[in-house]
């Protein structure tokens, strides 16, 4: 793991002192070097405090976690073609969506006018490509792909009944108070799913959210004509994390790549709020995915917030860079050299800096699926290392996933689910694709992320 945070506070130390030679304010604000060190102090002090705000987002997961806790009590949950006749106070999604705390992507509403306006979450688009898998719903925006999203909301109800719009691919999985009713995942039905939570009688303030894939929508919430729904407050040290890259940072190879792909399941070790899945698959550092009519991730960076409108630069606190993997091969009949590649990867991270200036930035080394990892993959991860070497961001770090070779990557071995070989983790870690991590592949990166970034915040001001 590469890291310069020491330099930060370097850096800090500095600009402290310049600032305090600026002889005023108005000197300050008309000399353009002062005035840059001002900038430059403010974004300083915006990475310390987003420092501890992770910290402590990180011991609170790390003691209380859905991923690790008990599943929900004294609940049952049922799901059904038809609603629930007995729960008339009814709150469609579309015209109530200030009712609801969402995550993963922006609410947008669709189907309609008033109470036929059901929610998506679009997070990432794969323009110039127009064949998103939300093009179908929201059709203005023929771009736009969604991945995992939640809705939480609370109430007092002791029958809750979750409307979706489904598909029996598509999955969900729902928490009572930080605690799944079930952690695997539930399939959907052929259209609309009516998810009846309940609580047998017992009738107490709760905190119910909804966690969904892909093409689900959420439709509304129906609850007794005795109680209704209400918002709940943002918590403690909201998180605000992006995930770009290939199809792995997607999600795909994952029973749910919005559920289970390991940016989600990174976000929740972490205690991260909000994580948006901005990756574009058979993308890279310089492969656009021609045949796929998508673009290189220097193509992307400018759209992220444009999908995402619903956050500014200030709001995205971390951001996972992992790519590589597709500037492996040919590209358009070329096989560029592993600096190619670097050199093209650190003018990303340089555009995505200027874009996010106080975001954490976390680059990955490059994925090696079934390779091994070969000579070429770790030639390709050195190149990147040295070259986030070089760049010397102070707000970023670099973490290998590729070791010295086969036996300490983090998956190695050239086998996979249904095909093993016996000679590495990569049996149960790349899924029957050949390609992508399965369930198990895709918890070993986030668990070996998570404990990278636990690393260097630990390592902050020690």
Known sequence: MTRAAPLRHFAAIVLALATCCAASASFAQSDPVARGLSV?????????????QLKRAAQRAAANNPETADVAGNVTMTVSSSADATLTNVYAAGPNAALFLTTGGKATAAGGTGNNQYLYFPAASIAPATSGNLSGVLPSTPDYNAWGWSAAFETDSDRIEIRLNTCTTCLFRIQVDGHYVTKSSTNGLNYIAYVVLDFAGSR?????????SDTNGLRGVAV???SNIWRPDNGADRIVALATGDSYSEGQGATSPGLFGWPKVLGRLMGWTDVRQVAVGGTGYLNPATGLGRSKISAQIDRWLTVNSDLTANDVDVITVAAGYNDYGSIGGVTYTPEDIATQALADWRAIRTLLPGTLIVVLGPYSGTRGPDARTLAIEAALQARFTQWADANALFVPVNGSGAGTAWIFGT??????????????????????PSDAGHTIYARRTANAIRAWLSAIGS
């Open 40 to 52: 430059r102090a403010r974004v300083e002090a915006r990475a310390r405090a987003q420092d501890d």
């Open 224 to 226: 007794q004509p005795t």
């Open 415 to 436: 086998g996979r689910v249904g095909a093993t070989r016996g000679n590495g983790n990569a049996d149960i870690a790349i899924s029957t694709d050949g390609v992508h």
């Open 204 to 212: 107490k303030p709760r905190t119910i959210t909804i966690e969904g």
